[in-house]
């Protein structure tokens, strides 16, 4: 069996994207070994479902630094130590500084509420009731520069319906996304995915696409 990528994930809160890469991992064919759980904040549930699933944690406090860029420092310095070669952001709500895009090129995953590039922000949800749309979903994507950008891995759509609040729509998407997320961050692992330009080139017929 070839090596596992090592991946360092990136978190904010409940951890309920990490808790199904972590589910993943239990299958012997998942390409990716979690070497690393960060966290902007202390005392969230992602860190106790790291700690559960014995993946060492590390709390990098942004009110400890000064700014975006040393804050970045102190996440590739965790992850480059524990020997991460990508990062996958799961709910992690802070903009990585330029360095750490330079540091892992094309290697730095996010998931996000939405079809992207409809509704980027933290209010995607909201965003998308408010705007009277009937059709929002999950976007996988590699991340750059810019808030919610970057090159397009996969997405898929999940319905609105007329009935919706935040909270359905939330459970909604999500149960499709701790699907999503996995499969493509595993396809990453196999080297099934690159990037020309800003077009991501899979190897295979992108069986986690759009459907």
């Known amino acids: 069996m070839p090596p596992k990528l090592p991946i360092a994930v990136l978190i904010s809160g409940s951890g309920t994207n990490l808790q199904a890469l972590i589910d993943a991992r239990t299958d012997p064919g998942f390409p990716c070994d979690i070497v690393a759980v960060v966290s902007d904040r202390p005392d969230i549930p992602g860190l106790a479902r790291a700690t559960r699933a014995g993946i060492p944690t590390t709390v990098i406090d942004w009110a400890d630094h000064q700014d975006r860029a040393s804050f970045t420092d102190a996440i590739i310095e965790v992850s480059e130590r524990a020997g991460a070669a990508a990062l996958v952001l799961a709910g992690f709500m802070r903009i990585l500084a330029p360095q750490a895009i330079a540091r892992f090129p094309n290697s730095i ?37 810019l808030v919610d950008h970057g090159p397009i891995i996969a997405q898929r759509s999940v319905p609105v319906h007329d009935e919706d609040t935040v909270e359905t729509l939330r459970q909604r998407i999500q149960g499709v996304e701790h699907r999503l997320y996995p499969e493509v961050v595993a396809a990453f692992g196999r080297g099934e995915i690159t990037v020309d330009g800003l077009e991501v080139v899979w190897s295979t017929n992108e069986p986690v696409g759009p459907r």
């Not at 509420?113 to 929002?136: D, H, K, Q, W, Y």
């Open 109 to 145: 995953l996010n998931t996000h509420p939405s079809l992207l590039p409809r509704f980027p922000g933290t209010r995607a949800i909201e965003e998308a009731l408010e705007a009277g749309v009937t059709e929002s979903g999950v976007t996988v994507h590699f991340v750059d520069e």
